[in-house]
Nanobody, 127 residues
């Protein structure tokens, strides 16, 4: 129903910026909340940011608040994550996700609240 493909990952240095993009297919995309998660080596996948289906509400993990910005362009079926002032601890595989038709939260933050996932894109921040 919904397919997600991330892009934009790469290798950067501390303090650099990077913009991730997620291309989505599916006619109901514009009515789903969209989130970004990340998984660092040896760690569980964790919440990063989410934007409501209207685009009017966002929520960020404390670790990225003030540095990352999530946006969406429903007409183009894209969701982006602008990452500024990157730190080594931001190194991870980043995944975009969409909640499903049964979703209730405006800005879901739990992995279990999402039905669709992309394949992930690697972000590496070196000192």
């Amino acid at each position: 129903q919904v397919q997600l493909v991330e892009s934009g990952g790469g290798f950067v240095q501390v303090g650099d910026s990077l913009r991730l993009a997620c291309a989505a297919s599916g006619r109901t995309f514009s009515r789903y909340a969209m989130g970004w998660f990340r998984q660092a080596p040896g760690k569980e996948r964790e919440f990063v940011a989410v934007i409501s289906w209207t685009g009017d509400n966002t929520y960020y993990a404390d670790s990225v608040k003030g540095r990352f910005t999530i946006t969406r362009a429903n007409a183009k079926n894209t969701v982006s994550l602008q990452m500024n002032s990157l730190k080594p601890e931001d190194t991870a595989v980043y995944y975009c996700a969409a909640d499903g038709p049964s979703g209730t939260a405006v800005t879901p933050r739990r992995l279990s609240e999402y039905d669709y996932w992309g394949q992930g894109t690697q972000v590496t921040v070196s000192s």
